[in-house]
DNA sequence: CTGTTAGCGCATTCAG
DNA sequence: CTGAATGCGCTAACAG
């Protein structure tokens, strides 16, 4: 438990600690014979120095902070999947926490890790001009924003061209066959603006549309407004497309729509946004805008590295590619029949 | 950019910086005058102390590490939930980690994060007696195992009781009709081993039964291994009821099955393990045995604090009980029919 | 109650 | 090429 330090390694190799350092991270400043000495007995006790001193004495902490909305969401894992491969594959670790959409608790979280002293901090924050992206600024830490594009264009980021997936799904709207179009709008982010300015904009002109307003993010509150939509928008006797911005939510009002009786594409045609895992395996495989959150881990992470090794670069500022993806809640023949993304 | 330090506190305030350390961890100690003084000017410079050094100085450094098999798995997220929700709220930070289930990278990441000086660790270990449990113990780090029970009496766990959980399928099973029943052992790990003592030695004798060894994790496992399975055990012809040691390879092989025409669970009826948010939304909605995860990851977090924080304790060993959630997929009339478990 | 002193483990001048 | 000295920021005795 007593840790071994570099002064044991010293001592026994009966040179001083300066040299240990430097058969560490300047082997080549030291005589190979010496060297060699040296190495054996760092083997021998699997030495290896103090991060705390290490950090302590200036040197970089090989720790970087990830701060995402909340776990809970298919979003984060194959994000943690996409940051963890190019983070350790590099020989850094990271620390995770979520906001859970509170800028408190955000800006609680960043302060904590610039506290522990991480080296640069990656996070999908509750919106690009939060407390937190804020401080992040005047800190001077290294960052880049996930899922999140910024008018700032100094700052960093990695999202999705959500404005396009919007586009292509329009673009796909304007080919089926409805009395109106809905869109509901899941909740308010940056990304989620994105999606619906995309998608209006793209809209053929003339048809009938309305936007329903919802703070929903789950399942369960999917599953929960349905009925209220239904209801006021009359889906029962108006053939109706709907864009609920958000897988989840959107697999949850098409399980409660076909407990109300609502056939699903005939009656109402549903897409979503995201192609979580679920889509492709539900009970009506889900027509949705796919991006790989797992690239967009990868991405951040590249770019937050090469921010913080080589000092001062270029801003990044990356766009995923969206792809439409059609199932079979918007069109019956359609989608695949096997072969998806692996869930 | 420059971090303010306790000398540029003590300065300003023209007192020692000891008087400020102490206004920090034991304000009772300084007269009421000056710790509100020193505590203005803390405030104006929203002083923290340098964790870093607080470190070295031989403080807890108030972060824990987290290692787990895999990300991309409904399992790590409810757990990093429950994780995250006590370790925050007890000021915890925390490091994660993933084994991918090698434990070359498994000791490596313990390693790492050892180094890091993390006060304690959370593992979903690959084995109870991985190289990384026993580097663990030989350090004397405060460890609680996650998911996996210990039989050394000294290490601390929680886990699921799944020998229980295989009981109590298998006392359904012997209630369904069927010409044989086969379980798909999805990959060795003491989890599994344990879920499938509990179904054999629960289930009636004179049943005949088969089981089928294979090393899958995925839902595209189930999918690929479907056929072999129904092909080497003539399930389109012999009434079968199946044992998918886990719900993702379960799914799996509900699509295929339904690709290939079998019936379910008229001619298969198949029952999985763990009831991941998925299994209550896919096609055929999954009988499943269920464990809270995000409890899991809530209890251990607090034994491990417990330890951390009380020194040595009695070890925790705590086993959550398995839950029995019958749905379409073994009995056609089966099942609830909303107000699932909110994925 | 408060200031002084001495590490904690390491990197980094600066001499030799 | 190598050793001795200094500082990183903070806590913990130990004196006043």
Redesign the pocket.
Known sequence: MK?I??????HEA?????????V???PN???????KQVLSIIEKYS????V???G????PTKNIGVVVDEFPNNFYIDMADGIDSVITANNYTFQVMSSRWRPERELAGIRSMIKNRVDGILIAPVSADSPAVMELKRFGVPFVLMNCQSADPAVSFVSCDNYKGGALLAEYFNTLEHEQIIIVSVFDHESVRGRIRGFEEHLKTGTVRVTRYSNAKTYQDGYDIAPLVAESDSIKTKKTSLFVTNDYVAIGFITRFLEMGITIPAQAAIAGFDDIRISTLCRIPLTTVSQSVYDMGRISARALLEQIQHGKTEPVRHLMEPRLIVRESTSKSGGEKKGHKTP
């Open positions: 840790h330090t570099i002064d044991d390694i010293a009966g040179v001083s600690k300066s040299t240990v350092s430097r560490i991270s300047r400043l030291v005589k190979e014979k010496t060297r030495y290896t120095p103090n705390l001193a290490q302590l004495a200036g040197m």
